[in-house]
């Protein structure tokens, strides 16, 4: 089934979640420090772009959506710099300043292409319920709503319940990318976005191809605990799979990645998927839709975003040539969390 992307254009998508700054500093290692076994970085440049629900948001706008933006930052400089990037990014914000509160920023320190390391600073507390309730009042009308919960002190149970409460007055079409997917259950997503890992002991513990089998099996139990019509299960290297009742799994194949392409690559496959439910394909052909997005995702340095003129310039990954040969070790496109 062919997507048109003219069916989403102008789609009115409201993102919910936890916004971060994400800061690349870049560098060369030049020696090691006296200090520690450790390099010492020359640093050349800095880069900052839309982390965690921002990045999500900033995918929907480079793919031709409009999205709102709605979550919580501080009022600190990260916050101001963090607006910056998305309203460059072409997103709407209705973002919510906590006084008093740190804008999450996560720092990765690059050298040679390689993550050195990852410093993350910020508050991350769930949000007391009067700035709770001030973040549910008035949500946008909109076409979809995607739900971006990463631990990070935003969605608090108070904005869970409300929600909850809410559903038949949001849209039909609601999307949860969470680390914990079963904690959203009663709020009946029509999708979800877990990552194997994610799926905690809803399937056995396992590593690279047999995972596939294991998310196979399990299919009934991931749609009950989640609540979701579909599931789109990622496996990293191993592509993903796509599930609903009834139907066998639909996978998905993606091409490896160094780790270092693929921060918020998930946003890009999850902003992908939307958007191809709202323009009315099938959930299979949402779910190559998403994969191609998340794998285009990477061709760039930094922060994942796939734009339509990459969407439509990336092909399919074929099926490997032995079902169960496992891809290089260093890491794949899809749903490498911010």
Not at 59 to 76: E, F, H, I, M, Q
Not at 207 to 219: F, I, L, M, Q, S
Not at 256 to 276: H, I, V
Request: aromatic share 2%.
């Amino acid at each position: 089934m062919t997507v048109d992307p003219a069916r989403w254009r102008g789609a009115t998508v409201v993102v919910l979640g936890d916004v971060l700054l994400d800061r690349w500093l870049n560098g060369t290692p030049t020696k090691l420090a006296r200090e520690a076994p450790a390099p010492v970085v020359d640093l050349d440049d800095v880069s900052e772009a839309c982390g965690g629900a921002a990045n999500t948001a900033a995918n929907l706008a480079a793919l031709g959506a409009a999205p709102v933006l709605v979550g919580a930052v501080g009022d600190d400089a990260a916050a101001e710099r963090l607006c910056r990037r998305i309203t460059a990014a072409g997103v709407r914000e209705a973002l919510h300043t906590i006084p008093g509160r740190r804008t999450l920023t996560k720092s990765r320190v690059m050298a040679d292409g390689h993550i050195l390391a990852r410093v993350d600073e910020g508050d991350t507390d769930p949000l007391n319920d009067t700035d709770a309730r001030r973040l549910c009042a008035g949500l946008p009308a909109a076409d979809a709503l995607i739900v971006c919960d990463y631990g990070a002190g935003t969605l608090s149970q108070t904005v869970l319940r409300h929600l909850v409460a809410e559903r038949a007055s949001l849209p039909p079409l609601l999307v949860v990318d969470a680390h914990t997917p079963a904690r959203w259950c009663e709020l009946r997503p029509t999708l979800v976005t877990p990552s194997f890992a994610e799926l905690g002991d809803l399937v056995e513990p396992l590593d690279g191809p047999e995972r596939a089998n294991a998310v196979t099996a399990a299919a009934p139990r991931i749609l009950h605990a989640t609540g979701a019509r579909v599931a789109a299960v990622t496996l990293d290297s191993d592509g993903a799979l796509i599930l609903r009742a009834g139907r066998p799994p639909h996978r998905t194949y993606t091409r490896p990645a160094p780790p270092s392409r693929t921060a918020g690559a998930g946003d890009a496959y999850a902003a992908a998927f939307t958007l191809g439910l709202l323009a009315g394909a099938d959930p299979e052909a949402a779910g190559d839709l998403a994969q191609r997005a998340a794998s285009a995702a990477i061709d760039r340095p930094g922060t994942c975003v796939c734009d339509l003129n990459a969407l439509r310039a990336h092909p399919a990954a074929p099926p490997p040539l032995t079902p169960n040969a496992r891809p290089p070790a260093h890491g794949s496109a899809v749903n490498m969390r911010t």
